[in-house]
């Protein structure tokens, strides 16, 4: 029993970080600069940095607070494995098929943010400590958000199994006749994973990577790799949730697997999603709470009503 | 299941269940021992999770994964806030003191510094605080081979110039001072940080600094006491439970009974403490919408001009109602003397400014609160 479960983590870890490369080949291709930027090289150079990174001399900062600093990225890593338990690939390719799968999905990213402040209050310097509370005001505006733009889709299979939220989504996708929804989500889901325009914990040219800082070598790999998974996870949540998981479209569903649909969708949300950062300015983290508060909260209400009144309507 | 099978399913939720319930208690009292108040929360949050994790063992775990979610935004908005607000978040500036100074251990109770630092070698001191180190153990050894210390003086712990020949405040930073037991050999100033002081004070006085500065640790050893009673009393209800408590026999199945159990009492709590919640939003709304400017009424434009004016102006005002009701509009008055009304146009009997038409005191009155 021990050996099943394992060997469970080990092949969630596995294709987590398979999953994360393919994310970080993608961040490369959508770059506006920089080595390998939509060309062949772009499968190759996020390797090429990993490995840079795994054989560099890790350089601790000056007096951190030394158990914070140190364990923020396994615990950020271990939180988005723990998410990754929850999501399903195909009808019996999940690692935990639980009636509430998707409530612990949410919530458990919020021990990342825990990590993620960690880190910047560890790090014994000021731009970790400004990103330290940024990244605490990421859960204040994601978290509700994200709970109320899941609703729709929960409401509509009836059920918080992801799973059963795809099965139910077999005729129509939710997406199709939930759009407000699907858009609420993705917007919340980009402030749940710390990409652009809600990156101000990361922000770069702001305040020199905020968070990751301070960190090099294999633990600033570690960090990345996790930041990585945590948008496919979020983005295969997404696509589980609105665009019908592992049931191709139409006409052409047969061609594929359903496996290989739910990562041709997941990927594709992740490229959209790093299009939108691409194309949007980037939110000052209070500008970002206002959003989320005072404009995403609100059409979430709409959506709600919407929604229901559409389940009420089809009987 | 064969009995075997039993008996080990059965002792491994007793392995998970105590360590659950040791993680619960350990990261409740670390969090009275730390000095630094983000640490706190973070031990809170550590603790509550556990026992979330006690609810995933009971097999309540919606329960559970609501305690995880509560637990964690809420500590670390708490955190947050801590960090925002205060000038030192409760001790993190004793918390860094002890961080610089390399003392181990996470408590405050660990906090006694050594008296008489072993020496160093004076030549190359590694950094900063083995300079201090060696200051400090160059200044204990003129003190033990008999420099003659000056007569009693009070020196504040975090401002070593300071020198009061009487205990009091100290006038920089209002601290209680502490006796000076610094040799006159050495000249006040060259201790900059005030670290070489800290470390030559005795453990009491070392107590009543820390409690000075770390603003939430007066109430320590009270905290610990309270701790230490309601550990016992728990124990003493484990062991003599004065309510009827239902047997539950030892299968595999009885931990998610007792979870089901839970989920029946406690979902029906949290479900109130939404409801309360939503509640909160609906008054805060309402009574959001209102705060609007107060209603407009006549005596505020007029508070600051001498009762007789008033009276007139009240009058006025009065009849100026009057007025409107039978003749509507139609009256001039004065820019800045409103007590004025003309039925024609002209200049003000007061100042000669050019009267302009009345407005009705209730327009007045808005105008002047949104403003």
Redesign the interface.
Known sequence: MMGAHLLGAATTLTWLSLASYGTAVLERLIAPEGAGRRSVRALLQPAAVALRLARARPISPRRPDGSLFHSAPVVAAAAVALAAWVVPFGPSIIANDTPIGLFIFIVVLGPVVVALANAGWGANGKYGLFACLRAISHIVAYEVVLGFAILGPAMAAESLSLVRIVEAQHQWWFGVWQPLGFALYLVSALMASYRRPFDTPLAGSEIAGGVSAEYSGPALLLLRGALAALLFLVAAVGAALFLGGWFGPPVVGPLLPGWAWMLVKTYALVAFLLWVGRRTPRFGHEQMLAFSWKVVLPLSFVNLGVVGILILLRG | MKDETVFAIILTQWAIFLALAGLTVAGAATMLLTM?M??AG?FL?VSFVAAAGLFFVLGA??LG?IQ??MS??GM??M??FM??LMIDPGGEMMWDMK??MRLPGLGALSMSMPRRPAPVPSSAPPDDVGAAQSDVARRSDALTSGASPEGTSYTCPMHPEVQMPTAGECPKCGMDLVPDERVSAQPAQESGDGMNTMTAMSPAAHYDMMVAMAMSTEQLPWALVAGLLTAILLGVLVIQTPWPTVPVSATADATSAVGELLLSRYMMAFEGAAMLILAGIAGAVILGRRERAPEPNQGTASAALPPAVQHTMLEETTMTHHDEKQSGKGEWTCPMHPEVRSPTPGACPKCGMELVPAESPKQRGNEGTRR
């Open positions: 630094s983000y640490r973070l949050m775990d919606l994964i995880v979610m964690v935004s670390l908005i955190m947050a960090v925002m961080r610089q």
